[in-house]
């Protein structure tokens, strides 16, 4: 009998050594799962706008950021990660954008050309030359000339502030007695443009330019003239003259622009380039000719 309770006391020991030697067991394994498992992260970088005059730290380093006061807007964030910093700020664009506009040359202004020093009754010799040649071949009667030296390519632009010589008229009528001669501004020369801007009275409105210095030839002077009848239809040409002890005399003639429709000219320098249609002539049909029977 008393060996069987020994054998039950210490079986039942047995079992409870067994139990707590499992609860130590499992005590130990959860104590080397939180021991290895509880390992603190990486900081993660934060996007943080420092103080003006202060400096942002990160892991590649202390990066300044210049911020600006209120109301001026932020600079963008800076990223910390390491690598070269690439945060493009206001000043930062603007030094580019300078060191960019510094290599590229300044437009250079064209130089004017000077005009010619002569006199009064030099521009009324001149200007006189130059509407003869306009005129050179033209039926029209009525001739009317603006008041003012025109500019641009086709002179269509008057300049008030440079008037022609207002005895042009009086001087040109004197000299030729074929035309009417009249200082008048285009507006008041031509008729609506809805009808073809024609010249009123079957006219031709003349424009005359500055008096230049010829930029090739020192010696002599240019001056541009067009002459206007209706809508694409007029010519400008430029006219050299040099003055030698007799006066002014015209060397040449240079043709800038033409859109004459049907006109002299235009016949004229078509002849000239020898594109001339000849007509043809009829056939003449050779009577056919029947065997005999």
């Given amino acids: 009998m008393r060996r069987a309770l020994a054998w039950v006391e210490g079986r039942r020991w047995a079992t409870?050594?067994?139990v707590l030697a499992q609860l130590v067991c499992v005590a130990l394994l959860v104590a080397a799962c939180d021991m290895g498992g509880n390992v603190s992260p990486a900081a993660t970088p934060t996007n943080t706008v420092a103080a003006a005059g202060t400096s942002t730290p990160s892991a590649g380093g202390s990066i300044p950021i210049a911020t600006a006061s209120?109301?001026?807007p932020l600079p963008s964030a800076t990223i910390s990660s390491g690598i070269a910093d690439t945060t493009t700020t206001p000043d930062k664009e603007a030094s580019d954008l300078n060191g960019v506009l510094t290599v590229?040359?300044?437009a250079v202004s064209p130089t004017p050309v000077p005009l010619a020093n002569v006199s009064s009754a030099d521009q009324v010799s001149i200007y006189s030359m130059v509407v003869a040649g306009l005129l050179k071949g033209e039926k029209a009667k009525n001739i009317y000339i603006s008041p003012y030296v025109g500019q641009g390519e086709r002179l269509d632009a008057p300049n008030e502030g440079m008037p022609v010589p207002n005895t042009l008229d009086d001087t040109l009528q004197s000299g030729d007695k074929n035309h009417s001669f009249q200082l008048v501004e285009f507006a008041d020369a031509v008729g609506?443009?809805?009808?073809?801007?024609?010249?009123?009275?079957?006219?031709?409105?003349l424009t005359l330019g500055q008096i230049t210095v010829d930029t090739v030839d020192k010696g002599t002077v240019q001056v541009r003239g067009s002459l206007y009848r209706g809508v694409a239809n007029g010519m400008g040409n430029?006219?050299?003259f040099q003055h030698d002890s007799s006066g002014w005399t015209l060397l040449n003639v240079t043709s800038e622009w033409n859109d004459q429709q049907g006109s002299v000219a235009t016949t004229k320098a078509i002849l000239d380039e020898g594109v001339v249609k000849q007509r043809r002539r009829p056939e003449v049909r050779q009577p056919v000719q029947r065997p005999s029977t």
């Fill in 16 to 18: 409870i050594t067994a």
């Fill in 238 to 240: 430029a006219y050299h």
């Fill in 104 to 106: 590229v040359p300044d």
């Fill in 192 to 205: 609506a443009l809805e009808d073809g801007g024609k010249v009123k009275n079957n006219g031709v409105f």
């Fill in 70 to 72: 209120s109301p001026e």
